[in-house]
Structure formats: structure tokens, C-alpha cells
């Protein structure tokens, strides 16, 4: 289908369906280079955010102050919650300022010393200072790699590129409870599992020095020559001047609408404002549907089906971290296929089922009524297996869909000039529902149960589909320019200055 992107300094009509040449996933070394390397910030993301877990059993034991103060072993694990809110919120700021490639250093450094600091200390205040700091490299991380992908990402393979960092996020994840595993009869046990962080922190910044900006950012920024040559590095010649034309449009379009990037702008524009809320709601969903409470939870899951050693629960987080790391892989796989509204929905419709299976088992569990004393172990036993039936299916509904799907929207969606600022706002969002929702689980199961808590997740997974279906349009294969005027089209109608981008997508 055509697609007129007629604009001041367009030829006018690109072919959304036919007549350029597409790249599929492993046909530019280049782009996937850039893609590792930009993902390592993921890996850190992920290694940080999982490697506490371990690292704190055994700060309790050097540090008596620890252990027998609730409130500082909160502290040391939700710091660096604090740090990657702020971190994104002042993340998309430097990006749009300073550009991708500097944010990413700026991350680096945050990681190392954060590391670095943790190892060394001779306190829990030094431990907290240090979760602070890679905290706040979190954040920023959290921002710039799914947007500087994006903008190096031909648009028929985007989706798989940007999902390839939350590979990265939930194998870092799963490398942390390795170390946790392997370090725990080693001396200094906790100050390796937090300090060996430093490694890929320094790895990603000399990697990064020989790495391009972005080259939208570039052209953004009015270097065109610089912000060519690293296309040249990515498309054809052909391709080329199909990308360079799109990007000139843009500028033209944005020069005179007189694009300010002001956090003001996004509440003032209507299609912005549709755009960011659209990304944020899927940021929030992405918490709000429980993926942190189920994994928290999973130890007291495989306890009910009958295992008890505590070596189990250990071995189990690395099994499911390892099942979240091939669910995306499927992700990576089917964004670009099946497209993310898509994909997103039949996470969330695969997500409701099994939190009601995880929520029937607790309730019937709790329910002694319905087991006879002489038939309660194999009772308990049977709705424990059913337990981890329900678990399984979540991780595999949820991680190809839920996990990437909202990163890959955010890194796409908005205009070049809000693209950090508004992607820096929703990452907040999504690190404020982490926090809010690490804060009241606990206490939510003591006032109504386990159940029933997570059947109130499975409701909040209904409502996420609704919004899905509602408010997520598909930009599956469109190019930035397209995503633009699709949110125009929702925002003001089709005014017959271009055809309708929903149906292309499509």
C-alpha cells in the first residue's frame, strides 16, 4: 500500500509494502554489533536490579547493624530503585542534550562506581550510597539503549533489535544468580557478587569510544555529514537515499512547527499526549501485571509442591530467570511478525489465565476444609504441582510479550525532539509502579491473602488488555516519520493529506 508522506522538501510517496529492499535480522554485522554493544547496558540493567537478592544474605551476616534492622535492609535493596527513577527522569534530558552515545557513558561510569563503591564499603551507608549510584545508572540506561537501537534499527527489524536489549536485562538477570550461586563459599562473598558489575561497565565504555552517535539524534542536531555516513554503514544506496529523504522531511516538519523538546509540549500537543500515554499506561501495566510479585513469589510456589531446602530456592530463581531469557528470545522472534499490539494481547489474555490458576491453587491451599487430615499431604502436594503449572505459564505468556513489547513502543513512538524526554518519563513511570508495587504485595497478601491478591492482578491484566486493544496502535514496520503521522491521524483524523498508517501496519 502507498503511503503519501508528503511534506516541505518530500518528493512525497513511499511504499510501505513493496519496492525497497529489507533486511532481515542477522543481515547487518554492523547494526548487530552496535545492538550488543548498546545492550550491555541491559545486562547491567538486569544484573544490578537481580544480584541483590543473594548479595544480601550474606551483608546481613558481616553487619549486625543489618540484621537486625529491617528498615536498612530495605534501604540497601530499594536505594537503587530511587536512583533508577531519578536516573530516567533526568536520563531523557541528557539524551535529547547530550545524545545517546554520551548517556551511555555517562551510565558507565555511575555502574563502575556504583560497583566499586559497594565492594569497598565498610558500612551500610557506603552500600547505600553505592546502590544509589547504580541506580541512577539504571535509569539512564534504561532510556538510552532501547532509543539508540531504535534509531540505528531499520524499521522491519526494529522491534527484534530493541527486544534484544531486554534479552540482555533478563540475561543479566539470570548471570547474577549464577554469581550468586557460585560465590557463595568464596571469601568476600557479597563484595564479588556486587563488584564484578565494574567488568562489563568498563568493557561497554571503551567499546562505546569507538562506537557512532545516533544518527538521527545527528541529523537532529543539524550534522547531516556525520549523521549520513553512519547510515551508509547501515543501508544500501538505495535504501540510502530513502532514509536520508525521511529524515530531511522530519526536520523540515519539525523546524516549523517549531519543536521546543520542553516537558510542557507533551501535554500541550494532542498527539504527543496520546503517544506518551499510550507509553507510560504500557510501562505501568508492564509492573502493575505482576511480574516482580511472581517472581518474588516462586520459592513459596515450588515450598508447596513439597520442596523445602533452602539451596532450592536459589537454584529456582536461576531456573526461572532462565525461562524469562527464552521467553524473550520467542519475543525477539515474533515482534516483528506478529506486531506488538498483537503480541501484547495475547501476553496479557495468556497472563489472566494464569494468575487465576496461581490464585485458585493459594485459595485452595488455604482452604483446609476441602482436604481430608488423612489425604492433606497429597492434597497440598497436587495443588502445589498445579501452583507450578500456573507459574510456568505466566513466565511463558508474559516474557515474549509483556517484557519487550512495552520497551520496543517507547523506543518508537515519539518525535525525534521528545524521544528522550518523553521515554525518560515513561521509564519513570515504569521504575515508580516497580517501587509501588515491591512496597504493597506484602502487605496487600497479609490484609486479604495470596489468592486473592493475585486474582487482583489478574483483574489489572484485564484492564491492561482493554487499554491495549483501545489505545496501542500496531507500528509493526513503519518508519519513525510514519509513526508521526499515525498519531496525528488518531489525534485529528484523517484530513486527506495522507492515507490511513493503521491499516498499513496492519
Known amino acids: 500500500m502507498t503511503i503519501d508522506l508528503s511534506m516541505p522538501g518530500s518528493s512525497g510517496l513511499l511504499d510501505a509494502a513493496g519496492g525497497r529492499k529489507h533486511m532481515n535480522f542477522f543481515s547487518n554485522g554492523y547494526v548487530l554489533a552496535l545492538t550488543g554493544v548498546a545492550g550491555i547496558g541491559g545486562f547491567l540493567f538486569g544484573y544490578d536490579t537481580g544480584v541483590i537478592s543473594g548479595a544480601l544474605l550474606y551483608i546481613r551476616d558481616e ?12 534501604t540497601i535493596v530499594s536505594m537503587a530503585l530511587v536512583g533508577a527513577m531519578l536516573g530516567a527522569a533526568g536520563g531523557g534530558w541528557i539524551n535529547d542534550a547530550y545524545g545517546r552515545r554520551k548517556s551511555t557513558l555517562v551510565a558507565d561510569v555511575l555502574f563502575a562506581l556504583g560497583s566499586l563503591v559497594m565492594c ?7 552500600l ?3 546502590r544509589f549510584f547504580v541506580g541512577l545508572g539504571v535509569g539512564i540506561a534504561s532510556v538510552t539503549a532501547p532509543v539508540y537501537i531504535a534509531e540505528a534499527a531499520p524499521s522491519e527489524i526494529r522491534g527484534g533489535l530493541v527486544s534484544t536489549n531486554v534479552l540482555m536485562i533478563t540475561g543479566g538477570q539470570f548471570f547474577s544468580y549464577l554469581i550468586n550461586l557460585g560465590f557463595t563459599e568464596v571469601p568476600g562473598t557479597w563484595r564479588w557478587m556486587l563488584g564484578v ?3 562489563p561497565a568498563v568493557v561497554q565504555f571503551v567499546l562505546m569510544l569507538f562506537l557512532p552517535e545516533s544518527p538521527r539524534w545527528l541529523y537532529w542536531k543539524d550534522e547531516k555529514a556525520k549523521a549520513i555516513s553512519v547510515l551508509e554503514k547501515i543501508y544500501d544506496s538505495d535504501r540510502l537515499e530513502e532514509e ?4 530531511a522531511s522530519s526536520s523540515v516538519h519539525e523546524f516549523q512547527s517549531g519543536c521546543t523538546g520542553s516537558y510542557l509540549d507533551i501535554f500541550k500537543s494532542k498527539e504527543l499526549r496520546l503517544a506518551f500515554y499510550a507509553g507510560a499506561g504500557l510501562q505501568a501495566f508492564q509492573q502493575f501485571t505482576g511480574i516482580n510479585t511472581v517472581m ?7 515450598q508447596m509442591a513439597g520442596f523445602t531446602s533452602n539451596r532450592l530456592a536459589l537454584l529456582l530463581s536461576l531456573v526461572v530467570a532462565g525461562m524469562n531469557a527464552a521467553g524473550t528470545i520467542v519475543g525477539i522472534y515474533l515482534i516483528d511478525r506478529c ?9 496479557l489474555a495468556g497472563v489472566v489465565v494464569s494468575l487465576v490458576i496461581l490464585a485458585m491453587a493459594f485459595i485452595l491451599q488455604s482452604s483446609s476444609s476441602l482436604c481430608l487430615n488423612t489425604l492433606n499431604s497429597t492434597c497440598q502436594g497436587a495443588l502445589g504441582w498445579f501452583a507450578v503449572a500456573g507459574l510456568a505459564l505466566y513466565i511463558a505468556f508474559f516474557s515474549p510479550g509483556m517484557g519487550p513489547v512495552p520497551w520496543a513502543v517507547n523506543s518508537e513512538i515519539y518525535p525525534e525532539a521528545y524521544r528522550g524526554i518523553c521515554g525518560g518519563m515513561s521509564a519513570t513511570v515504569n521504575w515508580v509502579s516497580n517501587l509501588i508495587v515491591a512496597q504493597t504485595f506484602l502487605s496487600i497478601v497479609g490484609w486479604v491473602g495470596t489468592g486473592l491478591t493475585f486474582l487482583i492482578i489478574a483483574g489489572i491484566a484485564v484492564l491492561a488488555f482493554i487499554f491495549v486493544a483501545l489505545y496501542v496502535p500496531e507500528t509493526k514496520g513503519l518508519g519513525f516519520e ?3 503521522l499515525l498519531w496525528k491521524e488518531r489525534a485529528w483524523g484523517n484530513q486527506g493529506n495522507y492515507q490511513s498508517l493503521s491499516v498499513a501496519a496492519a
Open 339 to 347: 506486531g506488538r499490539r498483537r503480541l501484547a494481547l495475547t501476553s
Open 244 to 247: 536520508v529523504e525521511l529524515l
Open 197 to 199: 558489575a565494574a567488568v
Open 120 to 126: 569497598a564499603a565498610g558500612g551500610p551507608y557506603m
Open 128 to 130: 547505600i550510597l553505592g
Open 296 to 302: 518474588y513469589y516462586s520459592p513459596t510456589i515450588v
Open 482 to 484: 510514519q509513526v508521526e
Open 63 to 74: 553487619f549486625p547493624a543489618v540484621k537486625d534492622n529491617y528498615f536498612l535492609q530495605e
